[in-house]
């Protein structure tokens, strides 16, 4: 993990940090010359009953004011131009990161976490830039009110001095206690997260089981715990005001205590005392601004540092330097596994061990084994989801590695597991693989996929709405228009992972031969739990923990393995028979 500031984004916007901290220096100054004027107008209008002083020095101090909140409306605005640009850029580069990131990383992080990160954590830290770039009135306030003191009377400053002085030791102490539990805090609100997410995400499956009261336990108690924590650090922030008051409301105290005993001896008069009372107010109100300012930063600097941990991640599978695309070696298999090992990091276990499998442009390969055997990780490597630890893997006798993401990626058509669509149009949805991709290439695509007659049945066709993953569309659609759309370019490999598990039997085998029939050339993995999908394949490669323990056909593995004749005869006495 390297480095990495955040303070980088803010460099566009350096006209405003340096000119809206000077906006509201400016205002400040102003702020220190009203009780000086205030001062004056006592000792010298009142005194002397002038009218025409304190009007013009009342005039004066209009002028002030006004002046100063322009310079503190323009401060407002520079400070939301940077803030508002920092979050965004910010934004843009963590999503852009996270699509950088392998598999692994991803996994490893998990999604509601990112996706806090990306939103509130994000939010947070943007209002810190704001807040921060506005509070440096607070600190100057406060130092030129001690300046301002002395200079009324260097004595009564010691007052200011020492509450300065208290003022700092509190926030001192309250920031290094609530910094480290705000980030703890945002941990436990991933676990909400996380939970919030699995039940909008299985609401059918707790239902189905009647869980939910078992659900609305969990989540009540990972939100208490979270709640704990809150209210925790809230009690400690929230310090901050009452301490500040009574240090400031003392100070004041003491002002007029000591103030009034130099009056009475004619050292101070009663307009310096008051100059005195109001810079005291003006620190107070100054350390309010200072002590939510310091609760927004503590928050800030816990959410910037979960963003930048996610920043300085590398992704452990790296595309190569070179943009090239490496010209294929003739006569080289297609895709050609040697002595290949994958461990995922989560486990620490070996997924694969020393698989050593030979797949020949054109074939058509089933994979199929127990749930758990490693299936869907071999596909996995293939586009280079995930790097291999150990062994060899190479595409047309080139090493995956040597492939730049986007040019390998094209060339392999992959059908998840899990149906995924986007929202949009069906069209739109169609196009992923292909922008280009022409409503004819769509309507053979989906012929292929078996979906063309219920697309047809559509009011609008290709023109017709998908809801955010499908959700106004049966499994079966779904899993169709998954394969469908890896046909549209057509791929030179195209991989099935246990894509059609879906579909009733006659559609699967509809589509086995749709494929077989249609796609000319084209490399086939599919990968299945049911014999009866793989068992037409030119080869069946059988996957048992991890390790291959049978090749070749359907015939020939059912007289050599004992794995893939349990399978076949599991499956025949749950009556799929040999279809």
């Known amino acids: 993990m390297q480095k990495f500031r955040l303070l980088r984004y803010l460099k566009p916007y350096k006209v405003n940090i340096i000119l809206g901290p000077i906006f509201k220096l400016t205002e400040a100054v102003f702020e220190l010359i009203v009780p000086l004027v205030m001062a004056s107008i006592i000792d010298v209008g009142i005194k002397n009953a002038d009218k025409a002083y304190v009007f013009k020095m009342g005039g004066v101090m209009v002028l002030l004011g006004v002046v100063g909140l322009i310079c503190a409306l323009t401060c407002q605005y520079m400070a939301s131009v940077a803030s508002q640009g920092f979050g965004t850029q910010v934004r843009n580069a963590l999503f852009s990161h996270i699509n950088t990131l392998s598999h692994a990383e991803i996994d490893q992080i998990g999604t509601p976490s990112l996706i806090n990160r990306l939103t509130s954590d994000i939010d947070r830290a943007q209002h810190g830039v704001a807040m921060t770039i506005r509070m440096v009135r607070a600190p100057f306030l406060t130092v030129g009110a001690i300046i301002m003191s002395m200079t009324i009377d260097l004595k009564m400053s010691i007052i200011f001095i020492i509450a300065g002085l208290l003022i700092g030791l509190i926030l001192y102490l309250i920031m290094s206690r609530t910094i480290p539990l705000y980030q703890v ?21 707790i239902r189905a089981f009647s869980k939910q009261e078992n659900e609305q336990r969990r989540f009540g108690d990972a939100n208490e715990d979270l709640t704990k924590s809150a209210v925790w650090v809230g009690k400690i922030s929230a310090l901050l005001n009452p301490l500040t008051y009574s240090v400031v409301n003392l100070g004041i105290v003491a002002i007029i205590w000591f103030g009034a005993l130099q009056v009475n001896a004619g050292q101070l008069t009663q307009g310096k005392i008051l100059a005195l009372a109001n810079y005291m107010s003006q620190i107070l109100i100054a350390m309010i601004a200072l002590a939510n300012f310091v609760v927004t930063l503590t928050k800030a600097i816990a959410s910037g540092t979960r963003v930048k941990e996610i920043l300085a991640i590398s992704p452990s599978v790296q595309a190569p330097n070179s943009s090239q695309v490496p010209a294929p070696v003739p006569g080289a298999p297609i895709i050609c596994f040697s002595q290949v090992d994958f461990t995922y990091h989560t486990t620490g276990e070996n997924a694969l061990n020393d698989i050593n499998l030979t797949i020949l442009p054109g074939q058509t390969i089933g994979v199929i084994g127990g749930t758990g055997s490693g ?16 062994g060899k893997l190479q595409i047309n006798g080139v090493d995956i590695k040597e492939y730049p993401f986007e040019a390998l990626r094209k060339r392999i058509g992959m059908v998840p597991q899990r149906a995924v669509l986007f929202n949009g149009t069906l069209r739109e949805n169609m196009r992923w693989a292909n922008e280009n991709a022409t409503d004819e290439q769509i309507w053979q695509a989906l012929d292929i996929a078996q979906a063309k007659e219920f697309v047809q049945k559509l009011p609008l066709g290709l023109n017709s709405h998908i809801e955010q993953g499908g959700k106004n569309l049966s499994g079966g659609q779904r899993q169709r228009l998954t394969i469908a759309r890896a046909l549209v370019n057509a791929p030179d490999i195209l991989i099935l992972d246990d894509s059609a598990s879906a579909l009733d039997f006659a559609t699967d085998a509809a589509l086995r031969k749709a494929i077989a029939r249609q796609s000319k050339g084209m490399t086939v993995i599919m990968v299945s739990q049911r014999a009866n999908t793989v068992r037409w394949a030119d080869k069946i490669v059988v996957l048992d923990d991890g390790h291959i323990v049978g090749e070749g056909t359907h015939e020939e593995l059912l007289q050599t393995c004992q794995a893939y004749r349990e399978i076949c005869q599991s499956q025949q006495d749950e009556g799929e028979g040999e279809k």
């Open 185 to 205: 805090v945002q941990k436990k609100l991933d676990k909400t997260s996380l939970i919030t997410r699995e039940n909008l995400e299985g609401v059918r499956v």
């Open 375 to 390: 299936k869907s990780t071999l596909v996995n490597l293939i586009p280079r989801f995930y790097d291999i630890t150990h």
